[in-house]
């Protein structure tokens, strides 16, 4: 269990520093006087660094550990971090979290690997190991009152962590095989994989990114309402974690995948169409649900494509899918910028319903055969 602990806490911290810009876009908004198009810019420069840096870092973890990348990845990150609380213009902002997209990208692909590694059911324990996720997204939303009137000290908490979770992982071996044939990993199946990824993760992180700031700033509904409906739609993404141990093991994966695609199309959909605010309630609840529910089946069908090069594949997959969680914040604000609001929602569906088209050419995942194949 330490070993998955590692791996949770280090996802957790990543996470925690990416999307906690969702709740933070507001103090900064105020403060820098920044306008839609540069809150959604900030996170294209973390993502920008953290696609730039995803196989390198998956090449380097399978070649010398994964305990040894976090111990890199999180001191580096952490110690890079500390500026933020003296910035005092955009540009600074900006090269901070380029820098902060580069560094932290050796973490999810370590904790995948390790948890790769463990001889039990690997989609209930990629499964665990994604909760991070909507647990952190539900701490920020349950917190962002606080995180918004104290987000220095959130940066020092941030950076503790860090540094602790760094220097943990030096102190911790972890039996993960190192990977050989690395060539295997680039074929077309896995470039297909990939690209579902990132339809997918253009929904998720697009919608985490940008709809606490896009209640508050743009849509006129008050601050304690949108916390909310932010909260909802936490709690959301971490019943979908519940649900994915419920039936991964009777389900399979891609047809999970097909089926939380739909949802979530036809949720955010709805969410940009609705003014009653009553309905969206339940549809920030349903929106939550799906915009993580298709996340750890297809983490697992990555990583059974090539177990044995496991950050590898997580690496290069990190760094085809991750353009959606780039391009996606910034898409929203750009299209808020030109006064069309309804629309830069609605476009969150772009990248899951791409999804759910790639998967429609997949005939099944139930023989895949290690060789990075699908039938």
Known sequence: MKYL??????????????????????????????????????????????????????????????????????????????????????????????????????????????????????????????????????????ASGIIINYWREFYVVLFIALIITGLSSHLVRVNARKGKNVRRVFNRDMAKVSLIRG?????????????????????????????VLFVLYAVGQVLSIIINNKISTRVRDLTLVRT????????VILVSFLRYFSFLYGLSLLLGISSFLYRPPTDSVI????????GTSMGLANAVSQVG????????????????????IASLSLGPLTSLILVSTIKSDENLDGKGTLS
């Not at 697009?206 to 209640?215: E, K, M, Q, R, V």
């Open 199 to 227: 339809g997918e993760l253009w929904g998720t992180w697009g919608a985490s990114s940008w709809l606490f700031p896009f209640l508050v700033l743009y849509d006129g509904i008050p601050k304690n309402e949108s916390e």
């Open 303 to 310: 990583v059974k494509m090539n177990k044995e090069n496991a």
């Open 5 to 142: 602990g590692l791996s949770w806490t280090a996802t957790f911290l990543q996470l925690a520093l990416r999307l906690s810009w969702g709740v933070i876009a507001v103090t900064f908004a105020y403060t820098l006087h920044l306008n839609s198009v540069e809150i959604g810019t900030v996170l294209f420069l973390f993502y920008a660094g953290y696609v730039a840096s995803s196989i390198p870092w998956g090449t380097l973890i399978d070649k010398v550990g994964p305990n040894k990348v976090i111990t890199l990845s999180a001191i580096t990150s952490g110690v890079l971090l500390l500026p933020i609380l003296l910035i005092n213009n955009i540009f600074q902002l900006y090269a901070i979290y380029l820098a902060e997209g580069v560094l932290t990208a050796g973490l999810f692909p370590s904790s995948v690997k390790i948890v790769s590694s463990l001889e039990r059911p690997l989609t209930p324990y990629l499964a665990l190991l994604e909760s991070a996720a909507p647990i952190v997204l539900l701490v920020i939303a349950l």
């Open 260 to 267: 939380s695609l739909i949802v979530f199309i036809l949720s």
């Open 325 to 344: 969680s780039m391009t996606a914040p910034l898409i929203v604000g750009l299209l808020i910028s030109l006064g069309d609001p309804t629309f830069a």
